[in-house]
């Protein structure tokens, strides 16, 4: 019998660090293959996925609508091995209309182009919570110099698929410095212990979400400790808006999961919801 659950589904914020987490799952693959899991027996299995993902921007909301998706290998210099991995996902072009309409209604001017591909901010983790590639995908491109608030308007105008058995995911990293990773010429271990900056930024979101402190998010850049220090660039945080936008009440957010690598690279998820507290429990504590 499929789950009775009625609240609508919560939306995502997942960190996905460094393409290594592909090989290198450790903690955060760990939580990836519980999640999916305790989705399905929360709710039921997704009927689609909206990912909004740091590696894919544009200046105006891009809906890549094409009906099949492979892996894209957005990097280099990593292990050879992650150039053999495949995640063959199905499209969603329905829904990218659906989801055209309702951020057009929101007053926003999306394009909907007739292809397909994940970066490896979406597909990473999805190998893990989906490894059957069973479940549509549509990314959903944002623009990385939008204002929070505008991306925050951008998830709201997606709310109504939450109610539909849509799941909206943004894809990250908590924190996002790679000069501190690969700076040197040669990564630090990756189990090194987390540098005090790190610790710090990490600790203020999650008070500031957990106490529906959206305003302060909003102006994290501002009011976060070592902002900039975290995020010389904001795009691998600014999925966080859209995620928490699209909830059915944003200010309710859980934490999932807490974990890092390279002592610096945060691998944080956040829950978004009146379900986030209902996902929370469903998962292994972490």
Not at 170 to 178: D, E, P, R, W, Y
Not at 250 to 268: I, K, N, V
Request: glycine letters at 8%.
């Amino acid at each position: 019998m499929p789950p009775m659950n009625t609240m609508p589904l919560p939306t995502l914020y997942l960190s996905h660090g460094s393409p290594m987490t592909a090989l290198e799952p450790r903690e955060a693959g760990a939580f990836f293959r519980q999640l999916g899991p305790a989705i399905d027996a929360t709710w039921s299995r997704p009927k689609a996925i909206v990912a909004l993902s740091a590696h894919t921007l544009a200046r105006v909301p891009v809906l890549l609508a094409g009906a099949r998706h492979e892996a894209v290998y957005d990097f280099g210099g990593f292990d050879p091995k992650l150039y053999t991995l495949r995640y063959d996902a199905p499209g969603a072009p329905e829904l990218a209309r659906r989801v055209a309409a309702l951020l057009t209604e929101a007053g926003f001017a999306p394009q909907v182009v007739d292809q397909g591909g994940l970066d490896h901010g979406i597909w990473t983790p999805l190998r893990y919570v989906y490894p059957d590639a069973d479940v549509p995908v549509l990314p959903l491109a944002f623009d990385p110099y939008a204002p929070p608030a505008q991306l925050q308007a951008l998830g709201r105008a997606l709310e109504p698929l939450t109610h539909d058995g849509v799941l909206v995911v943004g894809s990250g990293s908590l924190t996002h410095n790679l000069r501190m990773v690969f700076g040197g010429g040669t990564r630090p271990p990756i189990d090194s212990a987390e540098i005090p900056e790190a610790a710090a930024f990490r600790a203020w979101v999650h008070e500031r979400a957990e106490h529906g402190d959206t305003a302060a998010l909003l102006d994290y850049r501002r009011q976060a400790p070592h902002a900039a220090l975290m995020h010389p660039t904001d795009e691998h945080w600014l999925p966080w808006y859209p995620a928490e936008g699209a909830a059915d009440d944003g200010a309710q957010a859980r934490r999932l999961h807490a974990s890092l690598t390279f002592g610096c690279l945060a691998m944080d998820a956040y829950a978004f919801g009146s379900g986030a507290a209902a996902l929370q429990a469903a998962l292994p504590a972490s």
